[in-house]
């Protein structure tokens, strides 16, 4: 099967993005306040947050839907806000797929899962049957793909992301809508994705489980990025600009307008309130 099993790297740089209003009494929507963020190619990475706190936003500037209102969002060599309408759509077709929440939307309902993925080939000079085999749903191949469950359909949607040649697979909530056993065979089959073809994956989940799923985890909150987990630990992250988002159990001891001293010492830094008699 001739593909390319390389991921492509992800850099966002001082990300922006405003929703604007749209009528006169409802005021412009600040999504993302200054975004930083790099996956390395190859990486498997969960953007993990509640819903309103930007994540889906960061998944569809790195798709090429949405450009940023500032900052830059690079795919590899591409900055997608600077790219001409004609190039974008290319880099989507290419070296970007969207895997999103509801399956059928990523699938043609009344061709069988065969068909499906060699549509999604196209010139990639991926062998579908191959693929399909590879990723354990020769059992499916010749059924119809509206006639299948949410979570089979789920895992024909990735497999054709894959038989497209992306090099960046994105999926949206992939597992929202599914059973335990549905999220479990999603997740397996994105790693496998990850792990076998050396894609670079990012999905977008509010579900810790899932996440802990994938290699690393980025917290985003309030519009910023909050937080990275790797190998079982949880990092506060400092951003571009000198940002530090607190863990959300700190801010109940610092709640926001408080003033922080910050002491070294041979241990290491804290953070101090500003004291009464201080006052």
């Known amino acids: 099967m001739s593909a390319p099993t390389a991921g492509v790297g992800v850099r966002c740089e001082s990300v922006v993005h405003i929703y604007p209003a749209t009528g006169e009494d409802v005021d412009d929507v600040v999504a993302l306040r200054g975004v930083d963020l790099d996956i390395d190619a190859g990486e498997f990475v969960a953007l993990l947050g509640p819903s309103g706190s930007g994540k889906s936003t960061v998944l569809g500037l790195l798709a090429g839907v949405l450009r940023p209102s500032a900052g830059r969002v690079l795919i590899g060599p591409h900055d997608v806000g600077r ?20 399956p059928s939307r990523n699938l043609l309902p009344y061709a069988t899962v065969r068909q499906n993925v060699g549509f999604a080939a196209g010139s990639s000079g991926v062998d579908p049957g191959e693929l399909i085999e590879r990723l354990g749903l020769g059992p499916l191949s010749d059924r119809v793909a509206g006639r299948l469950s949410g979570g089979e359909q789920q895992r024909v949607a990735i497999a054709a992301a894959v038989c497209s040649g992306a090099q960046l697979l994105l999926a949206d909530e992939p597992t929202s809508q599914l059973d335990a056993g549905g999220r479990a065979d999603v997740m397996d ?4 994705v990850h792990a076998e073809f050396g894609r670079t994956v990012v999905l977008v989940t509010h579900d810790t489980t899932v996440a802990s799923r994938t290699t690393r985890t980025v917290s985003i909150r309030d519009g910023r990025v909050g937080a990275e987990g790797m190998h079982g630990r949880e990092y506060a992250v400092v951003g571009r600009d000198g940002t530090l988002q607190l863990p959300p159990d700190l801010l109940e001891q610092f709640p926001p307008g408080t003033l922080l001293s910050v002491r070294r010492s041979a241990d290491g830094i804290a953070l101090v309130a500003r004291s009464e008699d201080e006052r």
């Open 189 to 192: 089959l994105l790693g496998r």
């Open 83 to 102: 790219m001409p309408p004609r190039q974008l759509a290319r880099l989507r077709g290419s070296v970007v797929a969207l895997v999103l929440q509801n």
